[in-house]
Nanobody, 123 residues
């Protein structure tokens, strides 16, 4: 079965960096869109970045220029490099798989989710 396991979250001061990883298994990883979403308690889950099966990337405006999404198809692993972190980046970050090769942007366009990894940025 499809499994997505995130790691790499933690606590960091504003301006710092973190790298999230997501290990995928149970399907042909290279054939699917992948993405990162985040959620703060009491708010809707929001898209952070997505990457198509052919590595076309898209970013939320709030993270563009600071975050980089990438994928290693040989290792079945998705990454999110987060630089210049801000307190407003504090959230639970989720790895997710899309329905097919190409990514859309809504939560409903993704059908498998990891358990999440917490990122906390202090000022």
């Amino acid at each position: 079965q499809v499994q997505l396991v995130e790691s790499g979250g933690g606590s960091v001061q504003a301006g710092g960096s973190l790298r999230l990883s997501c290990a995928a298994s149970g399907y042909t990883y290279s054939a699917y869109c992948m993405g990162w979403f985040r959620q703060v308690p009491g708010k809707e889950r929001e898209g952070v970045a997505t990457i198509d099966s052919d590595s076309v990337t898209r970013y939320a405006y709030s993270v563009k220029g600071r975050f980089t999404i990438s994928r290693d198809n040989a290792k079945n692993t998705l990454y999110l490099q987060m630089n210049s972190l801000k307190p407003e980046d504090t959230a639970m970050y989720y790895c997710t798989r899309g329905w097919g090769r190409f990514c859309a942007t809504d939560v409903s366009d993704f059908n498998y989710w990891g358990q999440g990894t917490q990122v906390t940025v202090s000022s």
